[in-house]
């Protein structure tokens, strides 16, 4: 168990009234934890939110040697005595995926008890900044950064592990509604082997580009082919995606080059508590184009943190829309079965339904 240390902030800020956005506000303390090659992770503790000050030198800023997570804390109903539960939703999972990424590239492991510590302190502390509003929540962001000095291709030896939280809206402001899909077939963010299953930054400069692209184009995200064939559907920027294909549910696997996303773990356990067959396979754009021509393809959403579950209502590939499920030019519609995962995981994680696979966690 870690020895926290707790200093509040002598400035308070304001919280923030009507639309959150997303990731742009932050709450009034942090976490910080050291890792020292000759110590181990040590000095745990929670400050007021505020700058860093690192050296230039820092393997970070030459290097990439740095990865992030990214959850949520949910207010809940009321209780009986009037005080709120704060829940997390599978914290646990978030510490396996962090300590899944550090071993990729060379960051020391944190045990996932100290982790779900860490976090719960943090929110704890912060509480007063969860959003009580339908569809808001508290987005917490942990990372760790490389910050020995020193230029060298070499892991580093000095870390620091930190936590911050935003207080957030809907990651899309429309909610529900169908986003649209430009599928890029020209640049490719990650191939097997490499670093696509990890939450590092690098994965998410790569695909910058691509995504200035789609937005010129008028879409809403990219979504990403396979980086040898440029064949096989990956994932969306900030999305795992699924198909449902006659009757059958079906989604990428986890092949080394995609993320292995929590919300899509959690989507596959509900669709098969619900009699869904789910199959994870490589599926190519064409099987995908050739479904939907031929009317088979029912429905098509996105699952993340952030988002949780977002409808697609449209792909742009080579120059050509195709409209997905009940979609249409004049038409956008949210799936049956994006709309019943949409309403049982938010129902779940903000304490409203019965939570049978104990995925939800009492700060």
Known sequence: MLN??????????????GDLGFGRIFTDHMFLMDYTDSVGWHDARIVPYGDFTLSPACSVFHYGQEMFEGMKAYKGAASADGSDDIYLFRPEMNARRMNATNERICIPPIPEEDFV???????????????SEPGTSLYIRPFIIATEAFLGVAPAKNFLFAIIMSP????YKNGLQPVSIWVEDEYVRAVR???????????????????????????DQVL???????KYIEEVGAMNVFFVIDGEVVTPSLSGSILSGITRDSVITLCRDWGYTVSERPLSIDELLAAQREGRLQEAFGTGTAAIITAIGKLGYKGEDYYLGNNSPENAETGELSKRLYDTLTGIQYGELEDTHSWRKTV
């Open 117 to 131: 510590q860490a976090v719960s302190a943090l929110v704890q502390v912060d509480q007063d900044w969860i959003p």
């Open 4 to 17: 926290i240390t707790i200093t509040k902030t002598d400035t308070p800020k304001e919280k923030p009234v």
């Open 224 to 230: 990403w082919l396979d980086g040898i064939e440029r």
């Open 193 to 219: 082997g490499g670093v696509g299953f990890a939450k590092t930054g690098g994965n998410y400069a790569a695909s910058l580009l691509a995504q200035e692209k789609a937005h010129a184009e008028g879409y």
């Open 168 to 171: 957030s809206g809907l990651y």
